[in-house]
């Protein structure tokens, strides 16, 4: 079973808030990754990380931006949320080979107002 | 062309029954290939990953790959109702790790 850590699992709040969506593993995963998903559509990638201090934007254009300063923590963070943010946001790791699968949290459901 | 293509469905199949999803790739140098499920409302799961050409097997579960043909499937036997589910394939290039996400078929196992 994986460990990698998704809060909070919901969120509701106003327009023009900051928010930042926690998410950490004990895997010790070199890579970890930030998705993007609205109810009954794909998959889209937004952010990935290869380690500490690497970060790189996704296939999918995101307002969102992210940090990854410990191995274990890559957060994401919406300086100010908007309606159009209103979605499902699902964090992965997977370990330093490449043909190593990635592994899901259970993912933060966020909804502006 | 979408680099990773999946009938969208529903496939409804009965109980006890063999489903077989099917997913086809556009990159050449597709390496790694995987089979995730996602219940409505939950994130991904991995059921199946496979890198070489042929059938894979885990219980239930055959992962098929064709690498010449570019397309990888999954089988599913004895099929049950709590294996309802979106069934998403997923590939990574050579020297990558991202993976590029299919948009999933859905799977219906009636009682």
């Known amino acids: 079973e994986a460990d990698i850590y998704q809060t909070p699992r919901y969120l509701v709040i106003g327009t023009g808030k900051k928010i930042t969506l926690e998410c950490s593993q004990t895997m010790g995963h070199d890579k970890m990754y930030w998705y993007q998903q609205d109810p009954g559509m794909e998959l889209h990638l937004i952010h990935y990380s290869y380690g500490v201090n690497s970060t790189e934007k996704g296939d999918l254009s995101s307002e969102s931006t992210v940090s990854r300063i410990r191995t274990e923590h890559f957060p994401l963070t919406l300086e100010s949320a908007r309606p159009s943010h209103t979605s499902q946001y699902l964090c992965?790791?997977?370990?330093?080979?490449?043909?190593?699968?990635?592994?899901f949290g259970d993912g933060t459901r966020l909804s502006i107002l | 062309q979408k680099e990773v293509e999946q009938n969208s469905g529903p496939l409804s199949v009965p109980e006890g029954a063999i489903a077989s999803l099917n997913c086809t790739y556009s990159d050449r140098g597709s390496q790694s290939f995987f089979w995730y499920r996602q219940y409505s409302g939950k994130s991904p799961e991995l059921i199946m990953s496979?890198?070489?050409?042929g059938d894979k097997e885990d219980g239930r579960f055959t992962a098929q790959l064709n690498k010449a043909s570019q397309y990888v499937s999954l089988l599913i036997r004895d099929s049950q109702p709590s294996d309802s589910a979106t069934y998403l394939c997923a590939v990574t290039k050579a020297g990558y790790s991202t993976l590029t996400f299919g948009k999933g078929t859905m799977l219906l196992v009636s009682p």
């Open positions: 496979i890198y070489s050409n």
């Open positions: 992965a790791s997977s370990g330093r080979d490449n043909n190593q699968p990635q592994h």
